[in-house]
């Protein structure tokens, strides 16, 4: 489950991968009669007590081997891969009918079209970044502020960003970040690490075809001299990343706010015009800014002052050919994928031509099409049944807040005011995303995106200075996933997650618990995770804690560190304990907290007795693992453990089950065994 802590928001351009999604059956009554785990998926060949991931999901995996066009394939991936079969019905009949021009059914067929065009897409080659290239190619130095802003507005951010979040003081309004961005291969780790040079040489390669292909090295006067360009601007990054504040440091959220006014900004760095820059951006009238990093701005103030203007129009004219390439010819789609999907994550193939083009017209216009989803797909009965799960897991969480030993009577009563004050979404937003200003039209396949880039950026500006709209969904309903986020002290569940193999209306409710109840869980826990516990009720960034109480909890979280900072992922390579920290406390509160709920639900008689030959704790357990069953690749093993802060399935069930008292009297398990671990090891915090 991915926090959605707003500053992530910043990272995230236009077009996110939206993974998953499945068929929401259309089944009306719960039947519970069964009991949610598939005999299957067991590799019964494996005691629990020895690995309980492979006892677990052992048969899925062997049954769900990779696909050519996956660097990860899971139980949570069937549902992204239905998911998009959905998408692709409702988007298809739109395709193929005739609707008036300025319609979310013209714009949403339309679109898919010209995805699906590739005669033309051959044809146009690398014209549609043309005019784009052209005037990088020309750019001076004094109009670079101004670029750069351009650059912004068409959803772009090299060299560092600028976006709407909200005021860490006053999480009712939205005020100006400012924010490090602009490393094209993603983790500064790569530019950084000596062991990553393979990696290094290969973006190089990238580079260099990209410049020759689009036509920029003819028209900037390198051409024949790509490669050179291409390290050059290689270095840029790498000077760039060496300033870069790590990730583990970037989840203190205290190490990221520094308010200041535009002029003070405009003193840390010298060499951006501000005012032209907040002029373009249509914001000259903000008063505050909240500079992410000011040590990184200082540093690229450096940077920019003793780079030469022709590798920094180079690597600016590299963040249009990247961002572009998956919407141009195959030629630089393939190149595209050769890097990020083979090199970075082991994929063998690229995803068909359909399903590239289904996460555009979901990227671009996601609430238009989660409108016509939702009615076809999402039955009500789901968001009544889930709503009562979530008032069950919240009861579970205050009854555990109140017996905790470790806090203090005054931070336990901030704790419980603030789980009194979640807001809860599930399903879809009670109102919808206006699409008339988005234009699309019959240019061509790239005009469109970045029409929509334009659309976007514009939207989320507009909200600078203004209140926080604490209604908006920061995920579409059609997304399998779920969220926190700490601004407006939500949680929310989009009908894409509301489906097995996390919630099964015809299944009874231990296998429920173990998976949604889980995620409702984790997702609850996020308000008191190492990053969540540091805002209060009104989502103000705030210390509520008495200083002992905060000790204690570090001390508890840090058996948490310490337990994943010792699991090797990969031959020689080891898991970020204090990176995956939100997270795995997350899953460790979600599971104990769910498990509560369950145990209360159980002693009302509202679960089953032994079914398929399994108690309802082994349900409880074998439905958690089941959500994480999963075969996954090398190299995505790798890229994960770098740049996600999510622990690796296996982790997340073998990792964290260790800490759970109740999963060993569920399974048995006894010291000596793998999965055993002494009780004065476990973590305990919520
Ligand atoms: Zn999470």
């Known amino acids: 489950m991915n926090k959605t802590i707003t500053l992530s928001a910043m990272a995230a351009l236009l077009f996110v991968v939206f993974t998953s999604s499945t068929p929401m059956t259309t089944k009306v009554k719960p039947k519970k009669s069964k009991s949610g785990i598939t005999a299957s998926n067991l590799d019964k060949s494996v005691k629990p007590s020895s690995d309980f991931y492979q006892y677990a999901c052992g048969g899925w995996m062997k049954l769900n081997p990779l696909g050519a066009e996956y660097a990860r394939y899971g139980s949570f991936d069937v549902l992204g891969e239905n998911n998009q079969k959905q998408l692709q019905e409702l988007v298809v009949k739109l395709a193929g009918q005739k609707n008036a021009f300025g319609t979310v059914e013209q714009k949403v067929g339309d679109l898919y079209k010209m995805g699906m065009d590739t005669v033309t897409l051959q044809n146009q080659g690398a014209q549609p970044i043309q005019k784009e290239l052209q005037k990088i190619a020309g750019l001076q130095r004094r ?9 912004s507005l068409e959803g772009l951010h090299p ?20 924010w490090q961005t602009g490393l094209g291969i993603g983790d500064r780790d790569y530019y950084l690490e000596a062991d990553q040079q393979k990696i290094r040489d290969e973006y190089v390669r990238l580079m260099a075809k990209m410049f ?3 036509g920029y090295s003819k028209q900037a006067g390198f051409d024949g001299k790509e490669t050179e360009m291409a390290q050059r601007v290689l270095a840029l990054e790498t000077m760039m990343a060496s300033n870069f504040v790590d990730k583990t440091t970037l989840r203190d959220p205290y190490q990221t706010i520094h308010k200041c006014t535009p002029d003070e900004f405009q003193k840390m760095i010298p060499a951006i015009n501000v005012q032209q820059y907040l002029k373009t951006l249509n914001l000259s009238n903000i008063d505050i800014v909240n500079v992410g990093q000011p040590t990184y701005f200082a540093g690229l103030n450096n940077i920019l002052s003793v780079s030469d203007m022709e590798v920094i129009r180079a690597y600016m004219a590299w963040n249009v050919i990247n961002a572009a390439a998956s919407f141009l010819s195959d030629d630089f789609v393939n190149a595209d994928f050769d890097f990020y999907g083979k090199v970075l994550s082991g994929k063998q193939e690229n995803r068909p031509r359909w399903k590239r083009v289904i996460g555009t ?9 989660g409108q016509m989803y939702v009615k076809t797909y999402f039955p009500a009965e789901a968001k009544t049944r889930m709503e009562q799960l979530v008032k069950n897991l919240q009861w579970a969480l205050g009854e555990r807040i109140k017996a905790s030993k470790w806090m203090t009577e005054e931070t336990k009563k901030n704790a419980l005011d603030k789980l009194a004050t979640f807001k809860v979404k599930i399903g879809y937003p009670d109102k919808w995303r206006d699409y008339s200003a988005l234009e699309i039209k019959n240019d061509s396949y790239y005009d469109n995106v970045l029409r929509a880039r334009r659309f976007e950026s514009a939207y989320r500006l507009s909200k600078i200075g203004k209140p926080v709209d604490k209604d908006e969904w920061q995920m579409t309903p059609q997304t399998v996933n779920a969220y926190y986020e700490p601004n407006t002290n939500e ?10 193999p996390f919630f099964d209306m015809d299944a009874d409710d231990a296998a429920n618990y173990g998976a949604i109840g889980v995620v409702i869980g984790h997702e609850m826990t996020h308000g008191f995770d190492d990053q969540g516990r540091n805002y209060d009720l009104n989502g103000n960034l705030t210390d509520w804690w008495t200083e002992a109480d905060s000790k204690a909890f570090e001390e508890r979280a840090q058996v948490l560190v310490n337990h994943f900072n010792n699991i090797e992922v990969a031959p020689g390579v080891y898991g970020n304990g204090s990176f995956t920290l939100g997270e795995n406390i997350a899953d460790n509160g979600g599971l104990n907290v769910s498990y509560t709920a369950f145990q209360k639900a159980k002693s009302e008689d509202a679960i089953k007795g032994d079914m398929d030959g399994f108690t309802p704790e082994q349900r409880f357990f074998l439905a958690y693992a089941g959500v994480w069953a999963a075969n996954i690749r090398p190299e995505e093993i790798l890229r994960r453990t770098k740049e996600d802060p999510h622990s690796l399935g296996r982790w997340r069930v073998n990792g964290t089950l260790p800490h759970i008292d109740a999963f060993y009297q569920a399974f048995g398990i006894q010291p000596g065994d793998p999965m055993y671990l002494a009780p004065e090891k476990r973590a305990r915090i919520w």
Not at 163 to 177: R, V
Not at 361 to 369: F, P, R
């Open 212 to 214: 020759q292909m689009s």
């Open 491 to 500: 949680i929310c569940f989009p009908a894409g997650i509301l489906q097995p």
């Open 159 to 178: 060299f560092f960003g600028l976006f709407g979040s909200s005021d860490p003081d006053n999480s009712n309004m939205t005020i100006a970040y400012l």
């Open 143 to 151: 109009d670079l502020s101004t670029t750069l802003a351009e650059m």
């Open 361 to 369: 017209v979901d990227g671009c216009l996601g609430e238009a099409l």
